[in-house]
């Protein structure tokens, strides 16, 4: 019996499965980020490691009957980590053959069991990215919160809090979001939002992308300004996957939505699919975690 291990380090949270050669998941063994950009590549490395630790244990399989890994590590890109990431495998699995791939490429391989196709992906962050039949690639997105990630989630959250100090100055128009911000975030002002934002001791990356729920709930209830922030959310998102289809000459039916804005019915998946032109949310067919199990799989077939 030949064994594998998927690692999905997605932008917000971690999943090991270990697999047999017919792809049943015998143990998974989920935890926080392990994106080196935010924690640092010692604690990430660390918390990979355990959790491959647990989960080899949990199928009660030591580390040598494992034959192949594969890791799709946000902030650990195979173009400039490969290296740090495959001797962090090595040291837990000796005997595997290691596979490092991107975040966004288990999840594309996932979505449509193959590597090919396109994946729109809205979640803590966001991007476009697709392979297609003769193996070229496009990636779209993928900036980072700081210059990029258009209609994630972090983006809905922080146009969220743009919108309420902009009410509470009178340089905006009235919504619904500042109030229901300040009781989400338990502030008694607006002016609290500074402390809240600026003083933390953790980067509030994560935090600011939780209040996306709240834009979405808004927006369902009819609020002018939050359903802007949605439409503008979903016509950059739906720039992005025309870019990748543009530059691979490839279709929207090859799209597969992911990430935790896009994967349910919503306002915003919902305008998304109105820009492209699709009757239906094209929901992926397997996780990201499946899709790192098929890569690693494929190295030893």
């Known amino acids: 019996m030949t064994y594998y291990i998927g690692i999905d380090g997605g932008g917000s949270n971690l999943r090991v499965g270990v697999f047999n050669a017919d792809r049943t998941l015998l143990a998974e063994v989920d935890g926080e980020t392990v994106n080196p950009s935010i924690i640092g590549r010692e604690e990430s490395a660390r918390r990979i490691q355990a959790a491959i630790q647990s989960a080899l244990h949990q199928a009660n399989l030591t580390p040598a009957k494992i034959q192949a890994a594969c890791a799709g590590v946000a902030g650990a890109s195979n173009t400039h980590s490969q290296g740090w990431l495959e001797q962090v495998l090595h040291e837990a699995l000796p005997a595997a053959v290691t596979v490092i791939s991107s975040d966004y490429e288990i999840a594309l391989v996932g979505a449509h069991e193959k590597r090919e196709g396109v994946l729109l992906l809205a979640g803590t962050g ?33 146009q969220a809090l743009r919108a309420a ?48 729920p709240l834009v979405l709930d808004c927006a369902t209830s009819g609020d002018a300004v939050a359903q802007a922030i949605i439409h503008e959310g979903a016509a950059e998102l739906a720039l992005a996957a025309r870019a990748v289809l543009t530059r691979l000459q490839m279709q929207p039916t090859q799209i597969a939505f992911a990430g935790s804005l896009l994967r349910t019915l919503n306002p915003l998946s919902e305008a998304v699919c109105q ?27």
């Not at 919504?175 to 939002?193: C, F, G, M």
């Not at 820009?275 to 077939?301: E, I, N, Y």
């Open 126 to 158: 966001s991007l476009a990215y697709g392979i297609n039949h003769h193996g070229e690639t496009a990636l779209a997105g993928a900036w980072g919160y700081l210059i990029g990630d258009e209609g994630s989630g972090y983006w809905l959250g922080a």
């Open 165 to 212: 100090v902009r009410d509470s100055d009178g340089r905006g128009d009235s919504t619904a979001l500042t109030p229901l911000l300040l009781k989400h975030l338990q502030l008694q002002r607006p002016l609290d939002l500074i402390t809240w934002l600026y003083r933390s001791q953790t980067p509030r990356m994560r935090d600011v992308a939780a209040l996306a």
């Open 275 to 301: 820009h492209l032109h699709l009757s239906d949310l094209p929901l992926p067919r397997s996780s990201p975690l499946v899709g790192a199990a098929l890569l690693a799989q494929a190295t030893v077939k």
